[in-house]
């Protein structure tokens, strides 16, 4: 049996989503630059808001293979906050956002802390894009993560932007999805 190299069926759903049917969903995500098909890579799906639609939208990418899931998961959340996914996808957070730690916890936890930069600017929508395109990007990636405690300079908040509930671990939520790879 012939199997696509992953970088090639990325190229051909990135193709085939260009000639679609015109029925309004979010395109499929371009695919990764030659240089992210190294041994050493792994490819991502990243979840960002689409400008059109509000849906959270793939955006194909890669990560470094790390000796630990922590240490790789701390790549695709760098990865997510850095990236700027052109099209008619957009990255929810500021530019000067940055990851200040990644924690794995027990039973399928995690704990992001972000720095100060997250909390500008923004209201509901854009709280609810920052927080659930980065954790519907972690769980989806690594589904050994159910919920994610989100911190800002290493200090818990009742609120990101004045809306949803920081101070609980949060799940996904599926429902923001668009249709995923």
Do not use: E, R
């Given at each position: 049996m012939h199997r696509l190299p992953?970088?090639?069926?990325f190229a051909l759903l990135a193709l085939?989503?260009?000639?679609?049917?015109?029925?309004?969903?979010?395109?499929?995500?371009?695919?990764p630059?030659?240089?992210d098909n190294s041994a050493n890579r792994k490819q991502v799906v990243l979840l960002y808001p689409s400008e059109k639609d509000g849906i959270l939208a793939p955006f194909a990418s890669a990560v470094e293979i790390s000796e630990t899931p922590q240490q790789e998961m701390t790549g695709l959340l760098r990865a997510y906050l850095s990236t700027v996914p052109g099209g008619n996808l957009v990255n929810p957070f500021p530019e000067r956002t940055a990851l200040r730690a990644f924690y794995l916890e027990e039973n399928g936890r995690a704990?992001?802390?972000?720095?100060?930069?997250?909390?500008e600017g923004g209201g509901t929508d854009t709280e609810t894009y920052r927080i659930y395109g980065m954790i519907n990007t972690i769980c989806y990636n690594y589904p050994e993560i159910r919920s994610v405690k989100v911190l800002v300079d290493g200090q818990e908040r009742e609120t990101l932007l004045g809306h949803i509930d920081l101070l609980n671990y949060i799940p996904p939520e599926p429902s923001l999805n668009g249709k995923l790879p």
């Open positions: 992953l970088l090639s069926f085939l989503a260009g000639c679609g049917g015109g029925d309004g969903t979010a395109p499929a995500a371009p695919a630059s030659l240089a704990v992001v802390d972000l720095d100060q930069w997250a909390f």
